[in-house]
Structure formats: structure tokens, C-alpha cells
Antibody, heavy 115, light 108 residues
Framework: EVQLVESGGGLIQPGGSLRLSCAAS????????MSWVRQAPGKGLEWVSV???????YYADSVKGRFTISRDNSKNTLYLQMNSLRAEDTAVYYC?????????WGQGTLVTVSS | EIVMTQSPATLSVSPGERATLSCRAS??????LAWYQQKPGQAPRLLIY???TRATGIPARFSGSGSGTEFTLTISSLQSEDFAVYYC??????????FGGGTKVEIK
């Protein structure tokens, strides 16, 4: 059974940094396309970033230059480093895979950016 | 960026009735379209990919159709567990993926 478990969310002040993790089981992160998708409170879904199996990374314009996606193959874990956080980054962040459409989702972790 | 527009925003349907949800793309996405169901407090669940292929374990009452810029998700006979928000997502313009704004299916 595939499981994706996110962690690392919380309350952070504007301008701060946070790193989200997504630990996978029953599924190899490095062999698949893994994305982060977010959902602001009461709003729809927004794709944030992807890392390809080959290691290439891409970002939504709204987070480019501030967020960095990475993975640790030995830990089978996906990460999202978020810097220069803004109020509009407040959302539940999901990791999802294994391709350009998302069969597997984590349960999400809430990031709240507020002073 | 490809903009995905879903209509209606809210659909009121009685149990047992048919529900038809629409999704329009601002430019052709071929058949590179997925549909998801999301219930409150839960992650989205994949229903359909490739515009019309049901994901594993999805009941046959869910069907998808369309190509190019116009897509439809049909729920043939609504069950109580189907009341939720539904999202379409294009993946033609990979890796710049985009979702529609969602359609909430509520009990009439």
C-alpha cells in the first residue's frame, strides 16, 4: 500500500522559512514524478512544484525563486524548502504523484504565514 | 498558462439523479485531463485521467468525456457519498499544471 505522509507545517511569520517533508512508503520517490500541490483555506488546488525522476525541477511562477523542491533517495522522502514566506502562501500543502496526474496524495500539512 | 474553467460553481442534485459537470480549457489540452473528488478535510482522490479512463477502484457511475477544450464529468446516479467538490486538471502543458476552480455538488 502506498502512503505519503507530510510533516513540517506550522505557524510562521512573514519573511520566514519552513521545510516540508513527505515520507513515502510502498512507493519509490526517485522513480516517479513528485509534486507539491497546495490549497489555500476555502479555495481550490494550485500546483506548486515538481521534481522529475531524472532530477529536473520546475516551479509555479508564484513561488519561483523562493521555494526549492528536493528529495533524499536514501530516505525515500520529498522536501519543499520555503523561504521568504508571504501571507498568500498560507495553505494546506500536499505531496502527490506519481506522474502528471495524481493517483497518490498525502494527507496534507498546514502552513500558516501570519504575524 | 492554460486556464481551466469549471461550471457550474455549485450543482444541486437529488440522490439518484444524474449530475453533469463541465470543464473548459483556454486552449487545447488534447485528452490530457484528469478529474478529482475532494471531501471536506480530505485529500483529493483521482477519479478519471486521460479524459475518460477511470482510475482503479472508481465506480462505473463516474464517466468522463471530451477532448480539446471541452470536457464533462458525469455521475450517472448520485449516491450520498458523491456529494463533494470536483476539480479538473490539465497536464498537457507539462510541467505547468493547472486546476479548475472546482464544482461543489450538493444535496438538493
Amino acid at each position: 500500500e502506498v502512503q505519503l505522509v507530510e510533516s513540517g507545517g506550522g505557524l510562521i511569520q512573514p519573511g520566514g522559512s519552513l521545510r516540508l517533508s513527505c515520507a513515502a512508503s510502498g512507493f519509490t520517490v526517485s522513480s516517479n514524478y513528485m509534486s507539491w500541490v497546495r490549497q489555500a483555506p476555502g479555495k481550490g488546488l494550485e500546483w506548486v512544484s515538481v521534481i522529475y525522476s531524472g532530477g529536473s525541477t520546475y516551479y509555479a511562477d508564484s513561488v519561483k525563486g523562493r521555494f526549492t523542491i528536493s528529495r533524499d533517495n536514501s530516505k525515500n522522502t520529498l522536501y519543499l524548502q520555503m523561504n521568504s514566506l508571504r501571507a498568500e502562501d498560507t495553505a494546506v500543502y500536499y505531496c502527490a504523484g506519481p506522474s502528471s496526474w495524481f493517483l497518490y496524495w498525502g494527507q496534507g500539512t498546514l502552513v500558516t504565514v501570519s504575524s | 498558462e492554460i486556464v481551466m474553467t469549471q461550471s457550474p460553481a455549485t450543482l444541486s442534485v437529488s440522490p439518484g439523479e444524474r449530475a453533469t459537470l463541465s470543464c473548459r480549457a483556454s486552449q487545447s489540452v488534447s485528452s490530457n485531463l484528469a478529474w478529482y473528488q475532494q471531501k471536506p478535510g480530505q485529500a483529493p482522490r483521482l477519479l478519471i485521467y486521460g479524459a475518460s479512463t477511470r482510475a482503479t477502484g472508481i465506480p462505473a457511475r463516474f464517466s468522463g468525456s471530451g477532448s480539446g477544450t471541452e470536457f464533462t464529468l458525469t455521475i450517472s446516479s448520485l449516491q450520498s457519498e458523491d456529494f463533494a467538490v470536483y476539480y479538473c486538471q490539465q497536464y498537457n502543458n507539462w510541467p505547468q499544471l493547472t486546476f479548475g476552480g472546482g464544482t461543489k455538488v450538493e444535496i438538493k
